[in-house]
């Protein structure tokens, strides 16, 4: 029987146990103090013996057909040179560099001021100055702030105040989307009666009506109501503008001239409004149809043409002018109404010869005469014989203003220069006429409009002066923002719909 060794004597014999004595007894093998052979020493690391240095090509190469642990890379060729770290990392080390440099140098600075403001005299007198300043500053705006804040919201309340009223007085709908119901439904009762739009019992009449681009300021409106004597058609023949859907009185029945209060009826006068509702928003057949199907009585609004007792001569507003005593408003509408009457001038172009004409002006639009207007105009004329008399009447051939025009509309003019600037001025045909004389008004589309002024450089001057004022404010109606804040041009005038209390 094995008896079992006490644990005292198995741990004195763990102690006194030694492997190597055991491996030594075992295989003979010496131990190395034992051994008298001296230790090798390992030869150092030699580039292109030991290693190669390649460049990163060719390791990511070598990586990509056999495999590979990661790159060693140092900063030069031998192996034993600093570890190199990439372009990235060296940027990120050096501008933290920089950046410790930067914060180093503020504090610095900031110990120095900080050193001087407690030894150097006077130092703490300006400190506290600039420090009361910078407070009273705050102070200013802070109560500015609240100020402009609250004045902000009397003014918002004044102006939706002044609002309100002014589109109470001129019936103006608040609500869009009611209105527009109440316009659908206009249109559905007409429709299914065959009749034109009107107000229903009780309720308002929404109409629809054109904004006008620039501001005339033509007060020469005048309203004629016509009835069953009158008939049983109007005496009356209106036209389509040649450029435009302006509707105007062609000519006028010469017993309806001789009655008294229609003597303002003369031709060329602009249709603006039928039977309470704005013609601006319709076309020319719209028009027609709404006049066709009009009851009796039948009210209707014209603007007649302005006359030379209507305007002011220009030389008249150079002379306020040199005198100081015409502001720049007054001035801009003297200018307009004469350009409503119709301006002469010459006009030149790129094909033919300049020709003389007359210029008009709008609410929507610049038209002028086209070329031998006059010509056509009496070539129109019909001579019919009376059935009575030997007598021959002449009824009226076509309009210089409305039948024989060319024009463009406002919103397609851009910007006015003077002299002789564009590419028709530079024709043969164009070189006499005078450098002082001549405005082009460039449009959409490299159109321009080529003008030879027939007075003087001071007429020239004026009205390039009022054709830009004109074309800026047709530019503030063109564009606007709509719902998603991002700013919109518009190609045709704005429409908007209007509520008319009493109408019928």
Not at 228 to 254: A, I, Q, W
Not at 358 to 382: G, H, I, P
Not at 446 to 466: C, H, P, Q
């Amino acid at each position: 029987t094995i008896g079992k060794v006490p644990p005292p004597i198995r741990r004195e014999a763990r102690l006194e146990f030694d492997q190597r004595s055991a491996a030594v007894d075992k295989y003979q093998t010496p131990l190395d103090e034992d051994s008298k052979e001296e230790p090798v020493q390992p030869e150092p690391a030699t580039i292109g013996k030991h290693y190669r240095a390649i460049n990163y090509d060719l390791w990511t190469y070598w990586r990509m057909v056999h495999g590979g642990g990661p790159c060693i890379s140092r900063k030069t060729k031998e192996i034993t040179s600093p570890p190199a770290c990439g372009p990235g990392q060296e940027a990120v080390s050096r501008l933290q560099r920089f950046g410790r440099m930067c914060i180093s140098k503020q504090r610095r600075i900031a110990k120095f001021w900080n050193h001087l403001s407690g030894t150097a005299a006077g130092v703490r007198e300006v400190l506290a100055d600039a420090a009361e300043r910078r407070i009273r500053d705050r102070v200013d705006r802070t109560l500015g702030a609240a100020r402009n804040k609250r004045t902000e919201g009397r003014l918002r309340l004044a102006a939706r105040y002044t609002q309100r009223m002014w589109r109470s007085k001129r019936a103006y709908a608040f609500n869009d989307e009611n209105v527009k119901v109440m316009k659908h439904a206009q249109e559905i009762f007409a429709r299914a009666d065959g009749e034109v739009e009107h107000a229903s019992a009780g309720a308002p009449f929404v109409v629809e009506e054109g904004e006008r681009i620039v501001q005339v300021g033509a007060t020469e409106q005048y309203e004629i109501k016509f009835t069953e004597s009158d008939g049983p058609s109007l005496p009356v023949v209106f036209k389509r503008h040649s450029c435009s859907e302006l509707t105007y009185v062609h000519s006028v029945g010469k017993d309806m001239a001789m009655k008294k209060g229609r003597d303002q009826l003369v031709p060329d006068s602009v249709l603006l409004v039928v039977q309470s509702y704005p013609v601006s928003s319709l076309a020319h057949d719209q028009v027609m149809h709404r006049l066709r199907s009009a009851k009796w009585p039948v009210t209707l609004r014209f603007s007649r043409p302005l006359t030379d007792s209507d305007v002011t001569p220009l030389a008249r507003c150079l002379q306020l002018e040199q005198q100081g005593e015409l502001p720049d408003d007054l001035k801009l509408q003297m200018l307009k109404r004469l350009l409503s009457k119709g301006v002469a001038v010459r006009k030149h172009g790129s094909r033919k010869q300049a020709y003389d004409t007359v210029v008009y002006l709008n609410e929507t639009m610049l038209f002028w005469r086209v070329r031998d207007a006059l010509k056509q105009q009496a070539n129109s004329k019909v001579r019919k014989k009376k059935k009575t008399e030997d007598v021959q009447e002449e009824v009226r051939g076509l309009s210089l203003k409305y039948d024989l025009t060319k024009g463009v509309g406002l919103y397609d003019l851009r910007y006015v220069r003077v002299g002789k600037i564009s590419s028709s001025f530079k024709r043969y045909a164009s070189k006499k006429a005078p450098q002082d004389r001549c405005l082009s008004l460039f449009c959409a589309g490299s159109k321009t409009i080529d003008l030879e002024v027939l007075g003087d450089a001071k007429e020239r001057d004026a009205f390039a002066w009022a054709f830009d004022k004109i074309i800026g404010e047709a530019r503030a109606t063109r564009i606007f923002v709509d719902k998603a804040g991002a700013p919109v041009a518009r190609s045709e005038p704005k429409k908007r719909l209007r509520m008319i209390l009493g109408a019928h």
